[in-house]
Nanobody
Framework: QVQLVESGGGLVQAGGSLRLSCAAS????????VAWFRQAPGKERDFVAA??????YYADSVKGRFTISRDNNKNTVHLQMNSLKPEDTAVYYC????????????????WGQGTQVTVSS
């Protein structure tokens, strides 16, 4: 079992930066693939980025702007978001799974409550 808590969301102007954090409780955190998803009003929940023990994965829309990292000693995953755009506005969710990497949200067993990111133009 893993419990996830996101933090770091907020309001930022276009071109600005935010750093999201996902704090995990539970055993064997380093065995989990941890991902960030986002969901804008009226839209589906979309994959943003994920990190395994050795690899990172990104959606094309954020590649080069967002960086995912993890600190297994602190059971934390971060999402550094730079050059933010209004279309990045969404609720951002942290999710975890022990299955092989997949971009589908249905593949993730554990979810945080979400944190709002709003980018003004």
């Amino acid at each position: 079992q893993v419990q996830l808590v996101e933090s770091g969301g907020g309001l930022v102007q276009a071109g600005g930066s935010l750093r999201l954090s996902c704090a995990a409780s539970g055993r064997a955190f380093r065995m989990y693939i941890v991902a960030w998803f986002r969901q804008a009003p009226g839209k589906e929940r979309d994959f943003v980025a994920a990190i395994s023990w050795t690899n990172t994965y990104y959606a094309d829309s954020v590649k080069g702007r967002f960086t995912i990292s993890r600190d297994n000693n602190k059971n934390t995953v971060h999402l550094q978001m730079n050059s933010l755009k209004p279309e990045d506005t969404a609720v951002y969710y942290c999710a975890a799974t022990t299955t092989p990497f997949d971009r589908a949200p249905q593949s993730y067993d554990y979810w945080g409550q979400g944190t709002q990111v709003t980018v003004s133009s």
